[in-house]
Nanobody, 116 residues
Framework: VQLQASGGGLVQAGGSLRLSCEAS????????MSWYRQDPGKQRELVAS???????NYAVSVMGRFTISRDNDKDTVYLQMNSLKPEDTAVYYC???????????WGQGTLVTVSS
């Protein structure tokens, strides 16, 4: 599976961004898709995930502000980020986990910078 993330950028606090991650190479619908983020010097953390049944899971810090969704026809997962805060600044990574083998694939990161 190859993952191509896009949509990062610079936004003011309170603004919105939508990240996209397009997958290729395998059966997208059979994967749990996730977004992680990493700040320099910190551990990579899970932001949100959506499984093949479209069950979602969110980090407490983004609940009510971020929404993860998927379009299986387009092999794409999205992360809608609203009410952004400076602490949301990080490199965001797309991840695909096979629900059959539990093998994970990572995309390249996309930088989100939120200015105060």
């Amino acid at each position: 599976v190859q993952l191509q993330a896009s949509g990062g950028g610079l936004v003011q606090a309170g603004g919105s961004l939508r990240l996209s991650c397009e997958a290729s190479g395998n059966t997208f619908s059979a994967y749990t898709m996730s977004w992680y983020r990493q700040d320099p010097g910190k551990q990579r953390e899970l932001v949100a995930s959506i499984d093949s049944s479209s069950t979602t899971n969110y980090a407490v810090s983004v609940m009510g502000r971020f929404t993860i969704s998927r379009d299986n026809d387009k092999d794409t997962v999205y992360l809608q980020m609203n009410s952004l805060k400076p602490e949301d600044t990080a490199v965001y990574y797309c991840n695909a986990k096979s629900e059959a083998t539990l093998f994970r694939y990572w995309g390249q990161g996309t930088l989100v910078t939120v200015s105060s």
